[in-house]
């Protein structure tokens, strides 16, 4: 399996655990999804919020690559950049649902455009506090699945 084809899997298993999870949340009162549980991000819902606000802020990173898979991303430069890692960006589940659906569209379209030749490139960025990094672009991506699901703070790397 190429390093390619792994991002394509973890593409796909991010959309179908957003599912399962949206699903959950959908079961759960707007009270519940609400109340405070002494997490990162507050709530269950800020948590939500959040997880879409660091995986925007990496698109819009990845969309500034000099890539050919770039391209895909073009639709994540109009969306305004969250200022917080605990903005909330829908009030309502419903509509942070429908963004979280075409944010994982857009994810697995990028990666099924990736090449093994870009993979092994550098992507230089500024993290949310403005400090200039450069990394390996294979890294980051994996860095942008494994902290989805393994940990609440992603943009600040």
């Not at 895909?72 to 903005?87: C, F, I, K």
């Not at 697995?108 to 230089?124: K, Q, R």
Request: with cysteine.
């Amino acid at each position: 399996m190429t390093l390619q084809q792994h991002f394509e899997q973890l593409a796909t298993y991010n959309q179908w655990m957003n599912t399962k999870l949206y699903d959950a949340a959908s079961k759960l009162s707007d009270s519940e999804l609400t109340e405070e549980r002494g997490a990162f991000f507050g709530s269950i819902f800020g948590t939500l919020n959040h997880i879409v606000v660091a995986d925007t802020i990496w698109l819009k990173r990845f969309a500034t690559h000099a890539s050919s898979s770039a391209r895909t991303l073009e639709v994540m430069v109009a969306l305004p950049t969250p200022a917080r890692l605990d903005q909330i960006l829908f009030d309502d589940l419903k509509g942070l649902k429908a963004h979280r659906q075409w944010l994982d569209t857009v994810i697995i379209n990028w990666v099924a455009a990736l090449t093994d030749d870009e993979l092994s490139t550098t992507l230089s960025y500024d993290n949310i506090k403005g400090v200039a990094s450069k990394r390996r672009y294979s890294s980051l991506i994996v860095h942008l699945f494994t902290c989805s699901i393994t940990k609440p703070t992603t943009a600040d790397s």
